[in-house]
């Protein structure tokens, strides 16, 4: 009797960071900041943060693979951008005097550990693109807040950089849902 084996057949080979075709500008501040510290450490492990933003996109992009190769190797590539922003993040906070880990510490409430219920997960891809597309949304707007509140240029230049590349997801994802 032959055997059967079930497998994927998307390979993930090649795949890159999908970004802006821009450089990051340094990583460096200005000087230590705990305040600065502690709210980039919504960015990097809040509710709308970039470690959220990886977790929904790896999701995602596991459970379209086997279906929607082209589509599933997008997000990938989403996600591993994101990655990118979370260790610039947890560069800044680490060089502002606070500590990297999985804890976000607003300003006005109470630190709490990074959990996968901030996560929005839908079955259906249109939802699925849907949510992607508002977190990357709810993303520029937590960085442009801010970035209004902290004056150290070097930091906001690293936010400002990293919203080109949340704008530019949000324009591949409004295009990968034409294609549903």
């Known amino acids: 009797m032959e055997e059967r084996y079930l497998s994927n057949n998307c390979s993930f080979a ?10 990051y ?27 959220s933003a990886i977790t929904q996109y790896i999701n995602n992009e596991n459970r379209l ?5 082209p589509m599933a190797k997008t997000l990938l590539g989403i996600a591993m951008a994101e990655m990118m922003h979370l260790q610039k ?9 606070g500590k990297v880990d999985f804890v976000a510490k607003p300003c006005n409430g109470r630190p709490r550990m990074w959990t996968p219920e901030y996560l929005n997960i839908p079955e259906d891809t249109r939802k699925m693109l849907t949510a992607d597309i508002e977190a990357e949304s709810d993303a ?3 960085y442009e807040m801010h ?11 690293v936010l400002a950089r990293i919203i080109l590349d949340e704008e ?13």
């Open 14 to 23: 090649g795949v890159k960071p999908i970004m802006v075709d821009l450089p």
């Open 140 to 142: 520029i707007r937590q």
């Open 25 to 51: 500008p340094p990583v460096k501040v200005m000087g230590k900041n705990r305040e600065y510290a502690d709210m980039l450490s919504v960015d990097y492990c809040g509710f709308v943060s970039e470690l």
């Open 168 to 180: 530019y997801h949000i324009m591949l994802l409004k295009t990968l849902m034409q294609e549903c």
């Open 89 to 97: 993040l947890g560069e800044l906070i680490y060089l502002l005097g």
């Open 65 to 69: 693979s086997c279906e929607n190769c």
């Open 147 to 157: 970035m209004n509140m902290i004056k150290d240029s070097c930091i906001n230049a």
